[in-house]
C-alpha cells in the first residue's frame, strides 16, 4: 500500500516558469512533512518541510501549501532555474522512519 | 560533500557473492538509516539504528542481509548472498536523534550495487 502519492511523475517547464508538484497521503498521523531534493550521483538532502499546523510555508522560490482536510499538500517552485532540475520526494516520518514517495522529476530547460 | 561517508561508490557482484557496504554518520549523530532506492525511485527503508543498537528493520534484511554499527563512526550493511533483485543504490543517513518527528536526515551519496 502506497502511504505517500506523488506526482506527476515527471515534470519539464521553462526556465522562469512555475513548477507545480503535487503530494497526497493517507496516514492522518503524519504531521511532518519535509520535502527533499535529489541530485543525480547524490543522496537526497532536505529542502523545505511544513508542520501540519500551518496551510503555507515559504523559502525563498520554494512554497509548499498544504491542505488537511483533503491531506494534499503541493511544492510550488517559482522562477525555476536550470539548477532546479532533480527529483524531488515527499517524505513524512512516521514511527522514526522517512516514508517516501516516488517522487517527481523536474527538468528545467533554457 | 555529503557529512555522511560512503563506501565503496560503486560494488559490482557476481550472483550468490557476498556484498559489504560501508557508512561513516555525520559525528555527533546517534541515529543511523539504510534505504535502499531502485531507478531513482522511492526510497525504501531497511534497518535503522539508534546508539549502535538495532531497533527496526524489514523483513528482507532479517533473512538476508546484516548490519551491524560497531561504534558511533562506523556502520556497515551487507548482503550474505547476492541476487539480481539486490541491485540498487543503497544509502545510509543519520540524524541527531531518534524519535523526534522534524529530525532532519543526512544522507550519503551512496554506494551503487551491481549484481551480474
Known amino acids: 500500500q502506497q502511504q505517500v502519492r506523488q506526482s506527476p511523475q515527471s515534470l519539464t517547464v521553462w526556465e522562469g516558469e512555475t513548477a507545480i508538484l503535487n503530494c497526497s497521503y493517507e496516514n492522518s498521523a503524519f504531521d511532518y512533512f519535509p520535502w527533499y531534493q535529489q541530485f543525480p550521483g547524490e543522496g537526497p538532502a532536505l529542502l523545505i518541510a511544513?508542520?501540519?499546523?500551518?496551510d503555507k510555508k515559504e523559502d525563498g522560490r520554494f512554497t509548499i501549501f498544504f491542505n488537511k482536510r483533503e491531506k494534499k499538500l503541493s511544492l510550488h517552485i517559482t522562477d525555476s532555474q536550470p539548477g532546479d532540475s532533480a527529483t524531488y520526494f515527499c517524505?513524512?516520518?512516521?514511527?522514526?522512519?522517512?516514508?517516501f514517495g516516488e517522487g517527481t522529476k523536474l527538468t528545467v530547460s533554457s | 560533500d555529503a557529512a555522511v561517508t560512503q563506501k565503496p561508490r560503486y560494488l559490482i557482484k557476481m550472483k550468490g557473492q557476498e556484498a559489504e557496504m560501508k557508512c561513516i554518520p555525520e559525528k555527533g549523530h546517534t541515529a543511523v538509516f539504510w534505504y535502499q532506492q531502485k531507478q531513482s525511485k522511492e526510497l525504501k527503508f531497511l534497518i535503522y539504528f539508534q546508539n549502535q543498537q538495532p531497533l527496526d528493520q524489514i523483513d528482507m534484511v532479517k533473512e538476508r542481509f546484516s548490519a551491524v554499527c560497531p561504534s558511533s563512526s562506523l556502520c556497515s550493511l551487507g548482503i550474505r548472498t547476492c541476487e539480481a533483485e539486490d541491485s540498487a543504490l543503497y544509502l545510509c543517513?543519520?540524524?541527531?536523534?531518534?524519535?523526534?518527528?522534524?529530525?532532519?536526515?543526512?544522507f550519503g551519496s551512496g554506494t551503487r550495487l551491481t549484481v551480474l
Open positions: 517524505a513524512p516520518p512516521r514511527s522514526a522512519k522517512l516514508i
Open positions: 543517513s543519520s540524524s541527531q536523534r531518534l524519535g523526534a518527528s522534524a529530525e532532519t536526515l543526512y
Open positions: 511544513i508542520r501540519s499546523v500551518s
